[in-house]
């Protein structure tokens, strides 16, 4: 997975003071240099909860005995986490002003914690499991980034799994390195030969503990100075932008802490300012409490727009889950709801003051601090905090004495739509058994797994999140599963046969930035009879190595019925889907009129036993064959009875 700096890593730390500090070189306590941190891009920190310190702890003494979680993180100090690219989640861990460890979920195995050199000198003396006793000759090699050999072993826990993370130590219970088992560690003792631990971390390196404990007040106060300067420009920012734009102003408010952040600013500028909540349908209740909860308490006009009942399980019978890259679900619960609220309350356009930050993705990144929304029409949107790192927001909130929404002390980092296909497995694990919104998702996914014929681990491992899965989760599920990703995706049960019917979800998504349709038909089809009059859309590019989708120019088409196009305008995204429908209608529906074939001047088309056939090395892709067809025209007819286009 890539690592992108979205913005300045600002977590720097006072070693005599023992406390973090943002930005300044200089301790604002005692005076003396801080060092930078050095994280992993896109290096956005965040403090870590209680429940995210004992989730840890628990898994250290599982691993390595009672007491490993306390040594690593020790009651009373300040621990920090950033998240680092993974397959799906891993958190750097921060304490004492080090990076003492990683904390990563593993498809198929859940969390596990990975060392690093600072925390396995913390360790070294208490861990009574997970240990590797190294022979001393074997030591320099290993500490050359060597890996450890059965033979170089003289003792080990007798516990150890394959797989499993282990320090590896001197006789005299000395850390030499960090690694992951390759054998068991009876094994290891017993082999002469093979690798027993693949080294992971080795260099030797100061071990720096601290005993000055501190709480999340002092880390405030250390950086009062840095946060307030940060408040000053953001609320006369947001003072200048409403001077600036004759429309009325709102604050965009999702329940989260950035928009919360936001709100705040809002009221510390002095504007008295309407709040805007969408209720997807799809929010943690305790999201839609905590959002009337700030609003009641600071005297705030709460307009509140609901997406309608039926606006994502109504259409899950057409659509089907929604997936990262087939995501209807943001234009039918957040754009449509969006819209109808700014074009009911503000028909002349509305100035809105949202909680965007760059250091969330490249795409916020790119975005300009003022802009006119292109999905909402007479929305322009400002962000006080484009600039802020998470730790800003959060000594913001805590200096504020705010409070704030309770899933973050249990586990989430954002906040937004319980399932969304966005989400990592390590979300959707801590929601599950906490929220009793998850229990009628996960029952429909059972029913839709079970009438398709798909295997559990189509579920397990929640692989309804991508219409085409990305070449590392599929190299992972295999090496997990023994199974390719085509064979645990495959359907089974749905029927092949019945008249073609095509619902459509159009528009810009607020989610992916663009314009784009996302289209159900009402059965699979045949791609091997759909793919060669699919050179009529553009070049066809087959890059599914299974067979199960076809890419042609701007369009996608998926064997099991859905349909994905994009442009950079809405006229030519409608194109390519009613030319796609009229493409694959005509290769499994055919009448025989030979309306197309006659005008394709080419002759790239013909007729055959009474169906239109092609020469796909003679089309020149003039598209002439667009046009009246009775199959096209029935099928549309048949709309009428639920399937829209």
């Not at 889950?321 to 503000?346: E, Q």
């Not at 599914?544 to 996608?556: C, L, R, S, V």
């Amino acid at each position: 997975m890539g690592a992108i700096r979205l913005g300045k890593n600002h977590l720097r730390w006072c070693r005599g003071c023992n406390l973090p500090i943002l930005e300044s070189k200089e301790c604002p306590v005692c005076g003396a240099a801080t060092e930078e941190i050095e994280l992993t891009p896109p290096g956005d920190a965040r403090p870590a909860f209680p429940h995210d310190v004992k989730m840890i702890r628990d898994l250290l003494d599982d691993d390595y005995g009672t007491d490993a979680g306390e040594a690593l993180l020790p009651e009373g100090h300040v621990v920090i986490l950033s998240k680092a690219p993974a397959l799906d989640r891993m958190d750097e861990v921060v304490v004492d002003g080090d990076i003492v460890a990683s904390v990563r979920y593993d498809m198929g195995s859940g969390w596990k914690v990975i060392l690093r050199m600072q925390g396995a000198y913390r360790l070294a003396k208490v861990a009574s499991k997970g240990y590797v006793i190294c022979d001393p000759g074997a030591i320099k090699f290993v500490q050359e980034s060597k890996n450890l050999m059965a033979p170089g072993v003289t003792d080990a826990d007798s516990g150890i799994e394959e797989g499993d993370e282990v320090l590896v130590l001197s006789p005299d219970r000395e850390i030499v390195s960090t690694g992951m088992a390759r054998m068991t560690g009876e094994r290891m003792v017993a082999e002469s030969k093979g690798v027993a631990v693949k080294t992971r971390w080795y260099k030797p390196e100061e071990y720096r503990p601290s005993d000055i404990a501190h709480g999340w007040d002092d880390v405030v106060e250390a950086n009062r100075a840095a946060i307030e300067k940060r408040v000053t420009e953001a609320t006369g920012f947001i003072r200048n932008t409403i001077a600036k734009h004759e429309l009325p102003a709102i604050v965009s408010f999702s329940g989260g802490k950035d928009s919360l952040a936001t709100l705040l600013l809002s009221i510390d500028a002095g504007a008295d300012l309407p709040v805007l909540f969408v209720d997807t349908g799809l929010e943690l209740n305790e999201t839609v409490a905590h959002v009337h909860d700030v609003c009641e308490r600071h005297g705030l006009k709460l307009i509140e727009e609901h997406a309608p009942a039926d606006a994502f399980f109504g259409n899950l019978v057409y659509f089907g889950p929604p997936a990262k890259d087939y995501r209807w679900c943001c234009k039918t619960n957040k754009l449509g709801p969006t819209v109808g609220a700014i074009t009911k309350n503000f028909p002349d356009g509305v100035l809105s003051f949202i909680g965007q930050r760059k250091y969330e993705s490249e795409a916020r990144n790119a975005k300009p601090r003022i802009w006119r929304n292109p999905w909402t029409p007479g929305q322009v949107g400002a962000s006080p905090i484009q600039n802020w790192c998470a730790m800003h927001v959060w000594l913001y909130i805590f200096m504020k004495g705010e409070p704030f929404n309770v899933w973050y002390t249990r586990g989430l980092d954002r906040i937004g739509c319980f399932l969304c296909p966005a989400s990592d497995l390590a979300e959707f694990d801590m929601i599950a058994g906490k929220s009793d919104r998850w229990d009628q998702w996960d029952e429909y996914l059972t029913r839709y797994m079970d009438d398709r014929g798909l295997p559990p681990e189509w579920k397990e491992f929640g692989l309804w999140r991508w219409k085409n899965a990305p070449k590392s989760i599929r190299e992972e599920v295999s090496r997990v599963t023994g199974k390719g990703v085509a064979e645990l995706t495959r359907q089974t049960k749905v029927p092949e046969t019945g008249p073609l019917n095509i619902k459509v979800q159009d528009g810009f998504s607020p989610c992916t930035m663009g314009y784009s349709i996302e289209a159900a038909l009402s059965r699979p089809i045949d791609l091997e009879k759909v793919k060669p009059f699919c050179h009529a859309l553009a070049w066809v590019v087959e890059e599914d190595p299974d067979g199960d989708f076809i890419n042609a120019g701007f369009t996608t088409i998926y064997r099991e019925g859905s349909i994905i196009a994009k442009a950079n305008v809405e006229n030519d995204a409608r194109q390519h889907i009613d030319h796609a429908f009229q493409v694959i209608v005509r290769a499994e529906q055919c009448v025989g009129c030979g309306l197309c074939a006659a005008r394709c001047e080419p002759k790239a088309l013909y007729m055959e036993d009474g169906k239109v056939r092609i020469h796909e090395d003679e089309c020149v892709f003039c598209r002439d064959c667009f046009g009246p067809c009775p199959s096209v025209d029935f099928a549309r007819d048949d709309n009428e009875g639920g399937f829209d286009q």
